[in-house]
């Protein structure tokens, strides 16, 4: 998988677009293109949940000028690029990219307007968001990614039957009920309880959040210190949640993934309170098109292992 970092509008969760282009600042050989600045209709307020800078405010000494590794090119023409000199699906081959969506999904659905053959060339489109069972995390029920571009969600949910037949999505969401890990299945924070101290009634968990620290956060690179400097806000509370890793981790290591089930999703774009929703047709009533597959449970070992070995 070739690293491409292309920031998009994205706030609380994630740094502000003109801030984004320090996330590759070691990796000067990694493609940066700059991404939509705005939502395609509204965009909503920011907060500084994250610092002004949207990573914690870290002082990062001596770092590069952005202007010497981001490219002029816009990354919705670059997106577009890169798949069609790809081999795709569309060429009845495996594909050879897959887009790992971080943030709202505004310049994916950008670049479907502009080709709306874009989904059938790649080889899968990992998206970050949407509430599957009403959680939310910004407003009820609403999580968001989605929130923050309901019209840019609806557009790539209801783009991906453009493709050979049979058809077959290329859209893998993680959902933030994946990252909690509520209901039927343990949070995530108990689920991923990975590191345990010897006592004299046995065996006693230690929380996530010191997992966290006291395992993960004590490996000795730079990369870590910056992710420590960064998370600082996230950390103060009692559980770690990280939604950008375990989403990269299924990028990199589908293995994994423990469970996940194809359905028909859309999105809500109107109404004052139902913007940036996500219905599920778990029963299938509506006989429509699945165009997802819904990560619904993830090898807390697993994952434990693949962070702790491949942290640069």
């Known amino acids: 998988m070739t690293p491409l970092a292309i920031p998009a509008a994205k706030r609380r969760g994630g740094s502000q677009l003109h801030h984004a ?8 050989t990694v493609p940066v293109y700059r991404g939509a600045p705005q939502s395609l209709l509204l965009t909503p307020p920011s907060d500084d949940y994250y610092g002004t800078d949207g990573f914690g405010d870290v002082f990062y000494p001596n770092a590069p000028n952005p202007a010497d590794y981001v490219s002029s090119e816009h990354a919705v023409n670059a997106l577009i690029k890169l ?40 080889k899968q489109v990992i998206i970050l968001g949407g509430s599957v069972e009403g959680v939310g995390n910004i407003a009820p029920g609403i999580e968001f990614n989605f929130y923050m571009d309901p019209e840019a969600d609806f557009i790539v949910l209801n783009s991906t039957d453009m493709r050979v037949s049979p058809a077959v999505s290329p859209i893998q969401l993680m959902p933030w009920e994946t990252v909690l890990k509520r209901t039927n299945i343990s949070m995530l924070a ?11 009634d ?15 956060g004590a490996i000795s690179t730079r990369s870590m210190a910056l992710l420590n ?8 509370g009692e559980y770690w949640y990280s939604s950008d890793t375990f989403a990269m981790a299924v990028a990199l290591n589908p293995d994994i993934i ?55």
């Open 229 to 236: 400097q960064a998370e600082s806000q996230q950390l103060k």
């Open 258 to 312: 423990t469970s996940q089930t194809l359905y028909h999703a859309n999105v809500e774009t109107q109404g004052t309170k139902s913007r940036g929703a996500v219905f599920v047709d778990y029963d299938n009533t509506t006989d429509s098109f699945k165009n997802v597959r819904i990560v619904q449970n993830l090898d807390a070992e697993e994952l434990k292992v693949f962070l702790l070995n491949n942290f640069p």
């Open 21 to 28: 282009s320090r996330v590759t600042p070691s990796h000067k």
């Open 202 to 216: 046995g065996e006693i968990e230690v929380r996530i959040s010191e997992w966290r620290t006291k395992v993960l």
């Open 83 to 122: 798949v069609t000199a790809s081999p795709g699906k569309l060429q009845d081959k495996t594909g050879e990219i897959t887009i790992v969506c971080l943030g709202p999904l505004t310049n994916i659905a950008l670049a479907v307007r502009l080709d709306p053959l874009f989904l059938g060339k790649v």
């Open 190 to 200: 108990n689920a991923l309880v990975m590191f345990s101290s010897t006592a004299e």
